[in-house]
């Protein structure tokens, strides 16, 4: 636990200070809901628990990064931590119960797991990367369940020992400890939803819960009880939260850019890019900006197909002989199944608009590592090695490979530190990405560097003329260097996209506002103001300029009551 520990401290260690970055500033810094913990009391919403900690975070030190930062590395060393203790517990399972007698240990073995899971540099996205505590938390809560749940079933028997009730009592702890992270989980992040499968196929790999029909007919009242509970949190989620998931359903049913059947094939492509940065991580960026597949008998669809189906056919295969055998086989064979099945809700029918994002590899790379520990160590007990020599060259060799890691994880922690260099980043391995360069725009422009910004977004442009936000804030950026009539034009080119989200489409009026209010257009400006709070509400800026433009026609009432709504809304800027 102190390697695991020191080791993850170490890595994130030059991350403390990075800025807010994307996303954060939408469900982070510019959220005010989050700003009064009593907003968050009682529980809604379907990622309720991860607010609860963003809030929690802004209560002890508002906007500083740091506690932020912080919160997200002890996540992600516990979650680590937490994969160790798995790896141990499943070697006290009825199948691996004799693996403690063989060359590599099960402590050795959970060791490398846990290096593996907090050394690779994949997982900096879902660390550093702050409002991506919604990945990782929900997969500490999901891996702590999953421990909690397992220890209760090696505990079914207790009714047999002299401490049987003790034991029965602990059991009942466990149970009710495994029920609550799972509904914690399930308020974080949607991925949680894969639980209730990981668990099923872990009783029937590891627990002989599911072996066999007599098993089944024999201890029937046994397995019910042991899952019911769990089962019972999704039921008891999906009816408490069945406005929340309606939406949130709504939102993933279909884009303006994807079909469920692009979306689909995509993923094909996309998780064989996956397992290439498992394996080799390199060309690591924010926005893979990952072309999307129309065609299932395209040359890269089919390959990536069949890679898929082949570690699916291996993974059954080795099931299959590793039966009546206490060896890592049964370990690569669950490892390999459970990449897919958390990676399931992200990566299949459900399209979301960025097809490809690396923090999406949080969960499932833990049976990624599992697999490729238990491979290594299977490799090197019956290749002999270790009747030829001590484990010490094992032992060499995962150090390289955990010190090559590490250091590749700690230079790519280093592009989070601004935007500027995040996106740059971007841009020097994918030249063809328009965000990266609207992206860059936007930071100069937050600095009011429009000059500077205004290049940046052209070359948006250049690559996707149809790219409605760079062509919004391109016209924005003219309206704030004073050429305002072509600003102008590029707002309006871009009201006719069809490309916006609800918060995107409220910028644009704001933006149109902002060019008309300089040209003295005041009630056209309070039109395009309106129509901006129709789709942002609670954004203070919006009021302010409101409240501006009412003194211009001499309207003191409205005016004093647009000023204090931005106050409520923003006290500390107005």
């Given amino acids: 636990m102190l390697i695991i520990s020191v080791l993850g ?39 309720w628990f991860g607010l609860l900690t963003f809030a929690l975070n802004y209560m002890l030190g508002g906007l500083n990064p740091v506690g ?47 290096l593996l899971f907090v050394a690779h540099p994949i997982q900096t996205q879902a660390v550093t990367y702050i409002v991506q505590r919604f990945a990782s938390l929900a997969t500490l809560l999901f891996m702590l369940s999953l421990n909690f749940y397992i220890s209760a079933r090696l505990l079914a028997k207790c009714g047999d020992t002299p401490s049987g009730k003790r034991c029965c009592w602990k059991a009942l702890f466990f149970y009710a400890a495994a029920v609550l992270t799972a509904l914690a989980s399930l308020k974080t992040k949607e ?15 590891f ?61 094909f492509r996309v998780i064989a890019t996956y397992i290439r940065l498992l394996l080799i991580p390199v060309n690591q960026m924010i926005d893979h900006h990952y072309k999307v597949y129309t065609n299932i008998f395209d040359p890269a669809v089919i390959a990536s197909l069949a890679l898929i189906v082949l570690l699916l056919c291996v ?52 049976g990624a590592f599992i697999a490729i520990a238990a491979l290594f160590a299977h490799v090197w007990e019956n290749a002999g090695l270790f009747r030829k020599c001590s484990l010490k060259p094992a032992a060499c060799i995962l150090a390289i490979v955990i010190i090559a890691l590490s250091c590749t994880a700690y230079q790519r922690n280093k592009v989070w530190s601004s935007e500027l260099s995040l996106w740059s980043d971007v841009i020097a391995k994918n030249p063809l990405n328009p965000r990266a360069y609207n992206m860059v725009g936007n930071y100069y422009q937050a600095n009011a560097r429009f000059f500077d910004a205004i290049p940046y977004f052209i070359k948006a442009l250049e690559v996707d003329s149809s790219y409605a936000e760079a062509r919004s804030n ?47 257009m005041t009630d056209q400006a309070i039109e395009n103001l309106n129509k901006s709070l129709i789709y942002m509400p609670n954004e203070a800026s919006i009021y302010f300029l409101l409240g501006q ?18 106050h409520n809304l923003d006290p500390d800027k107005y």
């Fill in 315 to 366: 993974a059954m295969y080795l099931f299959k002989i590793s039966r009546g055998e206490s060896s890592c086989l049964r370990l690569i064979s669950f490892g390999i199944f459970w990449f897919f099945i958390t990676l399931s809700i992200e990566s299949s029918i459900i399209p979301i608009i960025d097809v490809m994002f690396e923090h999406r590899l949080y969960l499932p790379s833990i």
């Fill in 68 to 114: 932020y930062h912080l919160v997200n590395i002890s996540i992600h060393i516990t979650t680590a931590v937490s994969v160790y203790f798995f790896v141990l517990i499943t070697c006290r399972t009825p199948y691996l119960a004799g693996y403690k007698n063989h060359a590599i240990s099960c402590r050795w073995l959970a060791l490398s797991c846990a």
């Fill in 549 to 566: 433009l009412y003194v211009q026609k001499n309207m003191t009432e409205k005016s004093a009551a647009s000023f204090k709504a931005a």
């Fill in 474 to 520: 391109l016209g924005n950026a003219y309206v704030q260097t004073g050429r305002i009539d072509e600003g102008l034009n590029e707002l309006m080119i871009t009201v006719k996209s069809n490309r916006f989200d609800a918060i995107d489409t409220g910028i644009l009026y704001f933006n149109i506002a902002k060019g008309l209010y300089f040209k003295g």
């Fill in 191 to 205: 991925i949680a939803f894969t639980l209730p499968v990981v668990i099923i196929m872990y009783e029937a790999m």
């Fill in 9 to 47: 401290a170490l890595i994130y260690s030059n991350t403390l200070t990075a800025v807010f970055q994307f996303d954060d500033n939408l469900n982070i810094v510019n959220n005010l809901f989050i700003r009064n913990i009593n907003n968050l009391w009682p529980p809604t919403g379907y990622r």
């Fill in 207 to 267: 627990l002989r819960g599911f072996l066999c029909v007599s098993v089944i007919l024999k201890k029937w009242r046994r397995v019910v009880a042991a899952l019911i509970g769990l089962l019972l949190v999704v039921v008891f989620f999906a009816i408490n939260n069945s406005y929340e998931l309606q939406r949130l359903f709504e939102k993933f049913k279909a884009t303006n850019d994807i079909t469920r059947h692009d979306y689909l094939v995509t993923q």
